[in-house]
C-alpha cells in the first residue's frame, strides 16, 4: 500500500487518527521501533532455570564456563520521549496547501502514537503566546489522546524560543530519554546548537526533524518580489531572478551546517520536506536511526 | 522611398500599447510572505531591474520586428533612378470635354464645336498610356472626379478642359480643386465670330402635308415660317405620304391633303409626354398666343382650353382654340412604325398667316430649348486662360501605378531575421537563470 500523500494527511482534521494511518503504514512495513527495550538495563546472571526464555541465556558465558547463566534485567522501564514542536511563525509557511507547522505536528503525532503504543512514555514541549505548553511524559492511551489535543490546538504564533524549550524538556525528563525536536531551526541557530548539547551531556538522546518546504530550498520566484517576514514582518524587494543564487546558496550552506552539526555532537537528524508522505519521512528517520551504531549514540544501553 | 499603402502604420499604433501597459505594469511587485529573510540578499545586491540591459534590448528587438512588418505592410517602394526615369515618362491624363449648348456653335465649315471638341479629347488621349474622357455640360461639377481618378494613377498627372471657354464655363476658384502637382491644360474650340449663333436641333423635324395643288402656298408657308433651310423641316409633297415623314416628329396635316382621312383615322389621345411637351411648348409660343390673322385668336393655351372632342363615340383628338371656335387645330397622336407621332390638323387656310405661325411653333416646340445665357458670345479671355494653364506635372507613384511592385519583401526578410535575432537573446537570458539546489532531499 503506497504512503498516503502530505496535503491527503495535513487535509485530516483529526490529528490522533492522521497518526494512526502513519504510524500503521510505518507497521506495515514491518519498521521496528528504535524506541522499544532501548532503556533496559543488565543487572546480574543468575543460574537458568527450566522455563527461562532462551533469549536471555547468556551463551558466551556458557561457552566460556560451560554452565548455564540467564541474564537478569532490570524490570524494563518504559523510555521517556519529549517531543519539541516548533510553534513559531515562520513555521506558518506553507507551500501547494501544506503548512510547515501541519506537517511538523503529523510528524510529531505520529511519532508520540507510535512511541506510546509500544508502552513507552511520550511528552510534548511547545509555545503558546509568551508561554510554555507542558505535556509531562507518560504513558498510556488516555494520556495518548490528552497530548494529541494539547497538540491540535497549537498555532503557529507563539514568541519561540528555542534554547529555552529545549532546556526546559530536558529538565522534565525524569530519567535518561529523548528529546525529538521538530522544527526549521531558523531561529537562533547557535544557542539552540549549544542547548542542544547540553541536553547531551546530560545523558539524553537528541533527533532533529527540520522541516521545510520545497520553495525554501528551491526558491521559484521570478520577477519583482517583496517578501515579508512572517516573524518579525519586515519587508526586502528585491529582484527574485537576481536574488536565486545567492538565496540558494545560502540555503545549501545553512542545510549543510545544521546537518555537520548534528552528526557531529551524534545527534539524529533527518530532513523533513513538506511535500513527501510523513510516513515516508518517518521510515527513513526511523531505518537510519536503528542503524546508528549504538556506541556513536555517545555511552548506549547495556546488553 | 515612398509608401503605397500608408494606412498600414496605423498597425503601428496599436502595438505600442502592450508595450506600454507591460512597462507599466512592471512597477508593482508582489508581496510573499516568507518564514525568514535571512537567506535574501541585500536589496542593494540584488536591485529591482527596471532597466536591465539584456530587457531593454530584448524590448528593442521584438519592437523593431513588429515594426518591420508594419512597414512591409506598407508596401515602401524605393525611388531608384531608374524608376525615377521610367515613372517620368509615364503621362496620365483626364480630357474634360464642356458640352454645354454654346458648344453647338456651328462653325463656318459647318462642324459644331463640340464635335471638334470630341476630336481633340481622342487626339490628347492617343498615345497615353493612362487616359480618361469625360463629356460634361457643367465642368467645375466633374472636376474633383477628375483629380480623384488622377490621384490613383501613377507618372506625370495631367487635366485638359476643351471648351469654348464662354464666360461661366470655369474660373479659378473652381481650378483651386485641381492639386497643384497636377498640370493644367485649357484648350479653346469654337471661338470667335465665325462660330453662328446657337442654333436649336430641328432634326427632329417638321413635316407639312397638304393638297396636291398647294404646293406653292406650301412653299410660301415654309418661306414666312423662317424654317425653309436644309436643316429645317421636311417640305413634303402636298398629298403624297412620303417615306419622310415617317421621321418627322410632328407632321402638320392641312385639309384637302390625299392622306388626310387616312391620317385622321390612325389618330388617337396625345399619350406620349414627349409629344404633350411638344404641345404645351406649342401652346405656349408667342406666336400661338399673340397670332391675329384672319380674325383668328387662340387663346393662351392651358389645360383648361385642352378639351378632348368627340367625333363619333371616341375622343380622339385635343381641340385648341378660343371658346366656341374649338376646331380651329386639333392635336392628335398616331404610330409611323416604330415610333409616335404629334399630328396637327389645322382648320384654316394653308396661305395665311396662321399656318406659317403654328408651323414656326410647331419647328421651335420640338427643338430643346438653349439658355438665353448660351446664346451670348462673350469667352474667357487667353491671357487667362494661360494665367491658369500649368506644365510640368510632378511625376508619381501609386499603388495602382506601381502594380505589385514593392520593397516590402525586405522588410520581411529583416524581420525574420530580427525574430531568430530575438529567440538566441531569449535563450540566453533563460540558460542564465538560477541552477536548481544540490542539497540533497
Known amino acids: ?3 498516503l500523500s502530505a496535503p491527503v494527511v495535513a487535509a485530516i482534521d483529526d490529528l490522533e487518527f492522521a497518526a494512526r494511518l502513519v504510524v500503521e503504514g510505518l507497521r506495515a512495513g514491518g519498521h521496528r521501533s528504535p524506541f522499544h527495550g532501548f532503556s533496559a538495563e543488565f543487572q546480574q546472571h543468575r543460574p537458568y532455570r527450566a522455563g527461562d526464555d532462551l533469549k536471555y541465556l547468556d551463551w558466551k558465558l556458557l561457552a566460556r564456563t560451560d554452565r548455564l547463566y540467564s ?5 524494563t522501564t518504559s523510555m521517556s520521549v519529549m517531543l519539541v514542536l516548533d ?17 511538523a505536528r503529523v510528524l510529531a503525532a505520529a511519532l508520540a502514537y507510535l512511541i506510546s503504543t509500544q508502552g513507552d512514555a511520550v511528552g510534548l514541549m511547545s509555545m503558546t503566546g509568551d508561554a510554555l505548553t507542558y505535556v509531562p511524559a507518560r504513558g498510556g492511551r488516555v494520556h495518548l489522546r490528552s497530548l494529541l489535543a494539547r497538540m491540535d490546538a497549537l498555532e503557529p504564533d507563539a514568541a519561540w524560543d528555542a534554547p529555552r524549550v529545549i532546556a526546559r524538556s530536558a529538565d522534565l525528563l525524569r530519567r535518561r530519554g529523548v528529546v525529538i525536536v521538530v522544527s526549521d531551526f531558523y531561529d537562533a541557530e547557535q544557542e539552540t546548537q ?3 548539547r547540553r541536553v547531551r551531556r546530560r545523558g539524553h538522546d537528541v533527533a532533529m526533524l527540520q522541516v521545510m518546504t520545497r520553495n525554501e530550498i528551491a526558491f521559484p520566484f521570478t520577477g519583482d518580489v517583496e517578501f515579508e517576514d512572517l516573524e518579525s514582518g519586515a519587508r526586502r524587494l528585491v529582484d527574485a531572478r537576481i536574488a536565486a543564487r545567492e538565496y540558494q546558496q545560502s540555503v545549501e550552506a545553512f542545510l549543510s551546517r545544521v546537518a555537520q552539526s548534528a552528526r557531529r555532537d551524534g545527534f539524529e537528524y533527518a530532513i523533513a520536506p513538506t511535500d513527501l508522505p510523513p510516513e515516508r519521512i518517518l521510515r527513513e528517520f526511523l531505518l537510519r536511526w536503528n542503524r546508528t551504531p549504538v556506541a556513536s549514540r555517545g555511552g548506549g544501553a547495556g546488553g | 522611398m515612398i509608401w503605397q499603402n500608408p ?3 496605423l498597425g503601428a499604433a496599436t502595438i505600442a500599447v502592450p508595450v506600454i501597459i507591460h512597462l507599466l505594469s512592471r512597477h508593482n511587485a508582489r508581496v510573499v510572505q516568507y518564514p525568514t529573510l535571512r537567506f535574501l540578499p541585500d536589496a542593494r545586491s540584488a536591485p529591482v531591474r527596471r532597466t536591465r540591459i539584456t530587457d531593454i534590448l530584448l524590448l528593442a528587438v521584438r519592437v523593431a520586428v513588429l515594426v518591420a512588418a508594419v512597414a512591409a505592410l506598407a508596401r515602401p517602394l524605393w525611388m531608384t533612378d531608374r524608376r525615377r526615369a521610367d515613372l517620368a515618362q509615364r503621362v496620365a491624363r483626364v480630357i474634360i470635354v464642356d458640352t454645354s449648348a454654346s458648344m453647338q456653335r456651328v462653325a463656318v465649315g459647318g462642324e459644331r464645336a463640340v464635335d471638334a471638341a470630341r476630336q481633340a479629347a481622342r487626339d490628347g488621349a492617343d498615345g497615353i498610356a493612362s487616359s480618361l474622357v469625360i463629356e460634361s455640360a457643367f465642368v467645375p461639377s466633374v472636376l474633383s472626379g477628375a483629380v480623384s481618378w488622377l490621384e490613383t494613377q501613377s507618372g506625370r498627372r495631367e487635366l485638359q478642359v476643351i471648351s469654348d471657354f464662354q464666360v461661366g464655363t470655369i474660373d479659378s476658384i473652381d481650378l483651386r480643386a485641381v492639386p497643384p502637382d497636377v498640370a493644367v491644360t485649357l484648350q479653346r474650340v469654337g471661338t470667335g465670330d465665325s462660330m453662328s449663333a446657337p442654333q436649336p436641333d430641328r432634326r427632329a423635324r417638321v413635316a407639312v402635308i397638304g393638297p396636291q395643288d398647294k404646293r406653292d402656298e406650301i412653299a410660301a408657308v415654309m418661306d414666312a415660317a423662317g424654317v425653309g433651310t436644309e436643316a429645317g423641316p421636311t417640305r413634303v409633297d402636298a398629298g403624297a405620304a412620303s417615306a419622310d ?6 407632321l402638320i396635316v392641312f385639309p384637302g391633303a390625299q392622306s388626310y382621312d387616312e391620317i385622321l ?7 406620349a409626354p414627349g409629344l404633350a411637351d411638344i404641345l404645351v411648348r406649342l401652346t405656349h409660343h408667342p406666336l400661338m398666343i399673340a ?10 393655351g392651358d389645360d383648361a382650353n385642352l378639351v378632348a372632342t368627340r367625333k363619333g363615340a371616341d375622343a380622339k383628338m385635343i381641340a385648341i382654340g378660343p371658346p366656341g371656335r374649338r376646331d380651329l387645330l386639333r392635336a392628335a397622336e398616331i404610330d409611323s412604325g416604330s415610333r409616335a407621332q404629334l399630328v396637327l390638323f389645322p382648320a384654316y387656310d394653308l396661305a395665311s398667316l396662321a399656318s406659317a405661325a403654328t408651323v414656326r411653333a410647331a419647328a421651335d416646340a420640338v427643338a430643346p430649348s438653349v439658355p438665353s445665357g448660351e446664346l451670348s458670345h462673350e469667352a474667357i479671355g487667353d491671357s487667362v486662360l494661360s494665367a491658369w494653364t500649368r506644365t510640368a506635372g510632378v511625376a508619381h507613384a501609386t499603388r495602382e501605378g506601381s502594380g505589385d511592385a514593392s520593397d516590402g519583401r525586405w522588410l520581411w526578410l529583416l524581420a525574420l531575421v530580427l525574430l531568430g535575432v530575438e529567440a538566441i537573446i531569449r535563450r540566453r537570458l533563460q540558460h542564465q537563470s538560477p541552477r536548481q539546489p544540490a542539497h540533497a532531499l
Open chain 2, 291 to 300: 397670332l391675329e390673322s384672319d380674325q383668328t385668336r387662340l387663346a393662351a
Open chain 2, 265 to 271: 383615322r390612325g389618330a388617337r389621345l396625345v399619350g
Open chain 1, 71 to 75: 541474564r537478569q534485567f532490570r524490570e
Open chain 2, 7 to 9: 494606412w498600414a502604420f
Open chain 1, 194 to 196: 549549544r542547548e542542544l
Open chain 1, 87 to 103: 510553534s513559531s511563525p515562520s513555521m506558518a509557511y506553507a507551500s501547494d496547501g501544506v503548512s510547515k507547522f501541519a506537517s
Open chain 1, 1 to 3: 500500500m503506497s504512503a
Open chain 2, 245 to 250: 415623314t415617317a421621321s418627322a416628329k410632328v
